[in-house]
């Protein structure tokens, strides 16, 4: 009974939340999500981004506009995936 | 272990700056984040100072802030965006001074996450909506309106997701009444998702927007629309129109590389009689004015103009008053006043009129400036911030009762070093010499509604001088005073008279010169005094007690009785005669039989003894006051008594009004000396002096009352001084000499002394038979004096001019050219803290880096201290490499302020980490640990061990045992076998951790920190650490099997926490004399704060009570729940929050009464609980 509604509550998860895994995830997905969750963190956390910014010597807001632009494609190019 | 955890100084940092007319009044505030408070600051209009009204610890993160105020209405409301996955709106209660929260609305989990909403607030500027965003896919928008009742209501939010889609700022737009606009700044990235060939992720990276400034006024005010900045450019967009681009101006440098970008940071519209502007700020500090060329609703050009250069800012803020409030990224908060708003300067402008011919194609280094000093602001205030706050100790060079901190602060040529002092900053406004050493001195006023005193009485051992206050002070002698008798008191009296009290009788200086004698009977004197404005009590030898008030006609009138006190009276006081009474009903006699006596004033039982209080010293000084702290309403404070003992202790009671019993007592230990009390006034409200070995002030701040020390001399004596140029003084006696000073910027906890630094600090280390400091600073994207050289001949060579005045920019406020990424500047600094100077300086060339920094007494080399400095060349981010790293060791010059470089080694990774191990240095080389010797021409590698995952960023060591904390695997334990020269290492932690700073607590405990803000306590079972300890061959452990793939033991963690900032030092000390030992931490955002641990089970069970009560009492702020913030990445574990349980005498009556009866105990117990933990530990 409960296989056809889990189907459902799992497409229901992943549409709601971003980097919700499948059966067919591969290692690529995986990481870029990893990746653009801990940026968003990074950027959340204003102690965190102060303390990149010391070390690379930049303004906060330079910081942040390319933890963003990094973002977009934090793992470079995508794997083309096997049919 | 159980710790108890306390701010000492809460983070200095403002990551949101908003301005609003927040009280609903015509005055604007600004309301900051300090991201873990919300903090209400008021620019006075007049003397542009900054002032503090309200700070509030929200335990959360808030991210963004903004001020929203509904149609037709006159009070803003403020909205935070916070990690609590809700949306709050706060207002501002100006009579209770606080934040009361009006709406919370929860849309999502609680943390800083990709998808949920709160890293972006956008209100439409007519107030009807705002929305609130997340840096991926998620917005909500919510809209607002009053019901009938004028309250503020708040919709059911409507979605605006856009899947794929990360988004750099939003804003809202001001279209007049027409539907809300908001415009977002979005990527879509499904595209370069799917793309393996890389064309759609370069067609998307096209233009790299990421900012837009605040939309231009709509409707009637203007043409509408949005700026939008990007890297270089400037663009202006609305819908349907056409867009106009400019570049970015940039700086005239001969060093600057064309090909590097130059974004925007901050901005700010002002809107002002129809006319409108924005000040822009460059990443380089440098702010623009843009103004627009419109007529009607279409826009012909954008021009923008150099205006000025302040520090790089989160959030400007600009005040109708005429003021930019600059709130710093890193480094002090500035306040400025605008001296002109740049339109009639030569500055040359650019228009994108001259942008408009080919499309898309205008090249990025087009405009060029030359920056100057201030011409259009002037700095009127400034905050001081401690942010970030890279590495600190606390010592105590100077001897005092409490240790300095000393800090190392501020990010590349900002950067400071700070010597911290507990205590509150005094400005000191004249020191005059007297003929000799005086015991008191006094001021008066002349009539009682007086504004500003007009005498100083200095009582000396047989003489009275008046000086009388002018433009000058000067000696004045025809005013009824008796000059050639030691005064004990004097007093304004009445309406118009006068009282100077002196061993043999009371003068009663009437305001037409007429003096009335009261002369002591027989050979009896007067040995103290106590009087007020109609009241005078005084003592006489032999302990008898004489009372005299003033009646209707101004004529003072002994009271027919006498009090016969049974033994000597060391102290008197009567209070200040409240308003609209006739007198002040109590008066307070101290006795050298340790007791203080409260007697009756009143008509109906006149001198009779109300309630009594023993003593463990004798009291030497009383004070009845009144302090206007939270304790009953708003307009009356509570009575308090000071009592000041003989042996430095301060206490505290609650003098009840109507019975006159005392309950409630504090105390305080001041200093070495009898401490003496003398009532000043502070900001309007009357305060407390305390002398003791050190000068105390006992004030009122924000409702609460403090008792800090003055950074300042030892006092004899002092009282309140107010004249046309010090409206608020304190004129006090120190030797032979007259002291005037002021004290300002209450409530903070430090005062600062600072230095200079050319680089961004690393860290430092003490010269000890010195007691200078070593600190090594390295800056990353900068160019070495050298290289700067080079880089300036090679263009020279290439035939380019420039002038060479551009190359003299002050870099402390224009800061260092950048450089490409990859080069570095850095240098070694000796700093004499006494001195406040450096005292020697070496720049590293070759591109070199400094990292460690450690002082080693080698062995065979008479106790000398070498200096050991770790550096890298070719030094890398990320990832972390180097071409090769060097150890230098330098011998210090006889006077510890020269160095002498013996010889430098190379080694094959960064060394981040160096300790005298036994003798020998001890080195942390990428992940090898080394042990190195002293030889002639370098360092000799004796042992090494590379059993670290990753790199080794901090050593401890005590007998045998090292502790090594690597950058990601949190701490090792490892043991040195002397007899076979191996380091072993026996154990680890379970748990991964980014190491930042760590203490050694005993032999098995580490404290530590890591990059997500967690505290930390990690211990080795004693078992375990004895059957190490007892294994005379090492080789049980060389040949143990490891454990889930580390060492064969695991540490156990004891304790966990979520600080909130990352902690980038540790301490293990104390901080107040005969203070029991406690961990103080600094933190990067400029938190400093203690744990300090419980000594009893009874303790912890009151204060474990006490904070879930809190928690459910008083949610926090932003809407963060509590216990999951201090568990934002592991549950908290064995500490209590004592900034929480501070927030109990925050709360109404009634909350405190329910609170007081769960625990059993009165409200005042627990207070005093919570004052007292503080105070026997911290301050």
């Given at each position: 009974?409960?296989?056809?509604?889990?189907?459902?509550?799992?497409?229901?998860?992943?549409?709601?939340?971003?980097?919700?895994?499948?059966?067919?995830?591969?290692?690529?997905?995986?990481?870029?999500?990893?990746?653009?969750?801990?940026?968003?963190?990074?950027?959340?956390?204003?102690?965190?981004?102060?303390?990149?910014?010391?070390?690379?010597?930049?303004?906060?807001?330079?910081?942040?506009?390319?933890?963003?632009?990094?973002?977009?494609?934090?793992?470079?190019l995508p794997v083309p995936r096997d049919e | 272990m159980f710790l108890y955890n306390l701010t000492l100084q809460p983070p200095t940092t403002i990551n949101v700056a908003v301005v609003g007319h927040f009280s609903g009044t015509?005055?604007?505030?600004?309301?900051?984040?300090?991201?873990?408070?919300?903090?209400?600051?008021?620019?006075?209009?007049?003397?542009?100072?900054?002032?503090?009204?309200?700070?509030?610890?929200?335990?959360?993160?808030?991210?963004?802030?903004?001020?929203f105020r509904l149609t037709g209405s006159s009070k803003d409301y403020i909205i935070v965006g916070s990690d609590s996955g809700r949306i709050v709106i706060l207002e501002y209660n100006p009579i209770k001074n606080k934040f009361d929260k009006v709406h919370q609305e929860t849309f999502g989990k609680s943390g800083c996450r990709r998808i949920v909403p709160g890293q972006y607030l956008a209100v439409d500027p007519k107030g009807r909506s705002v929305m609130i965003g997340a840096i991926e896919k998620q917005k909500l928008v919510y809209i607002l309106n009053r019901d009938s009742a004028a309250n503020l209501t708040i919709s059911s939010p409507l979605e605006a997701h856009k899947s794929h889609t990360?988004?750099?700022?939003?804003?809202?737009?001001?279209?007049?009444?027409?539907?809300?606009?908001?415009?977002?700044?979005?990527?879509?990235?499904?595209?370069?998702?799917?793309?393996?060939?890389?064309?759609?992720?370069?067609?998307?990276?096209?233009?790299?927007?990421?900012?837009?400034?605040?939309?231009?006024?709509?409707?009637?005010?203007?043409?509408?629309?949005?700026?939008?900045?990007?890297?270089?450019?400037?663009?202006?967009?609305?819908?349907?129109?056409?867009?106009l681009r400019i570049p970015i101006p940039r700086r005239r440098n001969p060093l600057e590389d064309p090909s590097r970008g130059l974004i925007i940071v901050a901005g700010v519209m002002h809107k002002m009689k129809g006319v409108f502007f924005f000040l822009l700020q460059s990443e380089e500090g440098d702010i623009y004015k843009v103004t627009l060329d419109y007529e009607d609703d279409r826009v012909n050009a954008i021009k923008i103009k150099y205006f000025d250069t302040v520090p790089v800012a989160a959030s400007l803020c600009i005040l109708r008053a005429g003021f930019l409030f600059v709130a710093a990224e890193f480094g002090n908060h500035r306040l400025y006043s605008f001296t002109s708003l740049g339109d009639d300067n030569d500055e040359p402008e650019w228009s994108s009129e001259d942008f408009m011919d080919d499309d898309k194609d205008i090249p990025a280094a087009v405009a060029y400036f030359t920056p100057r000093d201030l011409q259009n602001l002037e700095r009127a205030d400034e905050l001081e911030s401690l942010n970030p706050l890279v590495d600190a100790k606390?010592?105590?060079?100077?001897?005092?009762?409490?240790?300095?901190?000393?800090a190392l602060c501020g990010r590349g040529a900002g950067s400071t070093f700070r010597i911290l002092r507990h205590g509150l900053e005094i400005s000191e406004m004249a020191v005059s010499e007297l003929p000799g050493n005086p015991n008191a001195v006094w001021t008066t006023k002349l009539k009682s509604d007086d504004e500003f005193d007009a005498y100083i009485i200095v009582s000396f051992v047989n003489a009275t001088l008046v000086l009388s206050i002018g433009e000058t002070v000067e000696e004045v002698t025809d005013?009824?005073?008796?000059?050639?008798?030691?005064?004990?008191?004097?007093?304004?009296?009445?309406?118009?008279?006068?009282?100077?009290?002196y061993p043999q009788g009371i003068r009663h200086i009437r305001a037409d010169r007429r003096v009335n004698e009261w002369k002591t009977p027989g050979n009896r004197a007067i040995v103290k005094a106590a009087t007020n404005k109609r009241q005078v009590v005084i003592a006489l030898t032999g302990g008898e007690l004489v009372y005299f008030e003033l009646d209707s006609r101004g004529q003072l009138n002994e009271y027919q009785e006498r009090k016969e006190i049974s033994s000597n009276v060391t102290c008197l006081s009567v209070g200040e005669v409240p308003e609209g009474r006739q007198r002040s009903r109590f008066l307070a006699v101290g006795c050298d039989d340790n007791a203080v006596r409260i007697l009756s004033l009143d008509p109906d039982n006149t001198l009779e003894v109300l309630s009594t209080q023993g003593l463990n010293a004798p009291p030497q000084s009383l004070s009845i006051i009144e302090m206007m702290d939270i304790g009953t309403d708003a307009s009356h404070g509570t009575l308090y008594l000071n009592i000041g003992l003989q042996n430095g202790v301060l206490l505290r009671t609650v003098l009840d009004t109507i019975t006159g019993s005392l309950t409630d007592t504090r105390q305080r230990f001041l200093g070495a000396r009898p401490v003496k009390l003398f009532q000043v006034t502070i900001q309007g409200a009357p305060a407390v002096l305390a002398l003791s070995s050190r000068p105390w002030l006992s004030y009122t701040f924000q409702s609460r009352l403090h008792l800090t020390p003055l950074s300042y001399d030892m006092l004899e004596y002092g009282s309140n001084f107010t004249s046309p140029q010090v409206p608020e003084g304190i004129v006090a006696i120190s030797a032979n000499t007259l002291r005037i000073f002021a004290v300002e910027k209450l409530g903070t906890v430090f005062n600062q002394a600072i230095i200079q630094l050319?680089?961004?600090?690393?860290?430092?280390?003490?010269?000890?038979?010195?007691?200078?400091?070593?600190?090594?600073?390295?800056?990353?994207?900068?160019?070495?004096?050298?290289?700067?050289?080079?880089?300036?001949?090679?263009?020279?060579?290439?035939?380019?001019r420039f002038d060479p005045n551009l190359l003299e920019l002050s870099p402390e406020i224009f800061g260092l050219p950048k450089a490409e990424p990859g080069k570095w500047a850095s240098c070694i600094r000796i700093i004499n803290p006494f001195l406040g100077e450096t005292t020697s300086k070496y720049e590293f060339e070759e591109n070199e880096a400094a990292f460690s920094i450690t002082t080693v007494n080698f062995h065979g080399h008479n106790n000398e201290?070498?200096?050991?400095?770790?550096?890298?060349?070719?030094?890398?981010?990320?990832?972390?490499?180097?071409?090769?790293?060097?150890?230098?060791?330098?011998?210090?010059?006889?006077?510890?302020?020269?160095?002498?470089?013996?010889?430098k080694t190379q080694c094959d990774d960064i060394p981040l980490a160096l300790l005298p191990f036994q003798g020998r240095l001890l080195a942390g080389v990428g992940k090898a640990l080394r042990i190195y010797d002293l030889g002639k021409r370098k360092l000799l590698r004796k042992c090494e061990t590379k059993a670290i995952p990753n790199c080794i960023v901090n050593l401890h060591t005590q007998g045998n045992r090292i502790i090594i904390c690597d950058m990601q695997e949190s701490v090792h334990y490892a043991s040195y076998r002397q007899h076979d020269n191996r380091i072993i290492i026996f154990a680890d932690d379970t748990t991964p951790r980014w190491i930042t700073s760590t203490v050694m607590i005993d032999y098995d405990t580490i404290a530590g920190a890591d990059k997500f803000g967690n505290f930390f306590i990690n211990r080795l079972p004693a078992e375990t650490s004895e059957e190490v300890d007892e294994d005379p061959t090492g080789n049980k452990i060389m040949y143990e099997k490891g454990y889930l793939m580390g060492a064969p033991h695991k540490v156990s963690m004891i304790l966990h926490y979520h600080v909130g900032d990352i902690l980038t030092s540790l301490h293990r000390t104390t901080l107040v004399a005969g203070g029991r030992?406690?961990?103080?931490?600094?933190?990067?955002?400029?938190?400093?704060?203690?744990?300090?641990?419980?000594?009893?089970?009874?303790?912890?069970?009151?204060?474990?009570?006490?904070?879930?009560?809190?928690?459910?009492?008083?949610?926090?702020?932003?809407?963060?729940?509590?216990?999951?913030?201090r568990s934002f990445y592991a549950p908290v574990k064995s500490v209590v929050d004592g900034d929480l349980c501070e927030q109990y005498n925050l709360l109404p009556m009634e909350k405190k009464k329910m609170i007081a009866d769960e625990l059993d105990r009165t409200p005042a117990e627990i207070q005093k609980k919570i004052e007292d933990m503080r105070v026997m530990t911290a301050f």
């Open positions: 009974m409960d296989r056809f509604n889990l189907n459902s509550q799992l497409e229901h998860l992943q549409s709601k939340y971003v980097g919700t895994g499948h059966a067919d995830t591969n290692k690529f997905e995986w990481m870029v999500n990893q990746h653009r969750d801990s940026y968003a963190s990074y950027i959340g956390h204003h102690s965190l981004i102060s303390y990149f910014a010391v070390a690379q010597n930049e303004s906060i807001s330079r910081v942040k506009f390319e933890f963003v632009e990094k973002m977009l494609q934090p793992c470079g | 015509k005055q604007q505030e600004i309301v900051v984040s300090r991201v873990t408070r919300l903090e209400l600051l008021k620019a006075d209009p007049n003397s542009g100072k900054l002032q503090t009204l309200l700070t509030h610890d929200a335990f959360g993160i808030i991210r963004s802030l903004t001020p990360l988004v750099h700022h939003c804003i809202g737009l001001d279209v007049g009444y027409e539907n809300p606009v908001f415009a977002c700044l979005e990527v879509d990235y499904s595209d370069a998702d799917m793309d393996p060939t890389g064309d759609a992720f370069n067609s998307t990276e096209k233009v790299k927007y990421h900012m837009i400034s605040s939309g231009f006024p709509g409707g009637n005010d203007g043409p509408s629309g949005v700026l939008v900045c990007s890297e270089n450019f400037i663009t202006y967009k609305h819908q349907r129109v056409p867009e606390v010592l105590n060079l100077t001897d005092d009762d409490t240790p300095q901190l000393y005013t009824g005073f008796l000059a050639t008798t030691p005064t004990l008191d004097v007093h304004q009296l009445g309406d118009d008279a006068l009282l100077q009290i050319n680089y961004t600090p690393r860290h430092f280390i003490l010269h000890s038979p010195s007691r200078n400091f070593v600190v090594i600073e390295s800056e990353h994207n900068t160019y070495s004096p050298m290289e700067k050289q080079r880089t300036l001949q090679a263009k020279i060579n290439e035939g380019k201290l070498f200096l050991v400095v770790g550096t890298a060349k070719d030094a890398n981010l990320a990832p972390r490499t180097c071409s090769l790293g060097y150890l230098y060791v330098y011998q210090f010059s006889a006077d510890g302020s020269d160095l002498n470089l013996l010889h030992e406690i961990l103080v931490y600094t933190g990067i955002m400029g938190n400093i704060g203690v744990f300090v641990p419980f000594l009893t089970r009874e303790d912890i069970d009151f204060f474990q009570t006490l904070e879930m009560h809190m928690r459910n009492e008083a949610p926090p702020l932003a809407g963060r729940d509590h216990l999951q913030y």
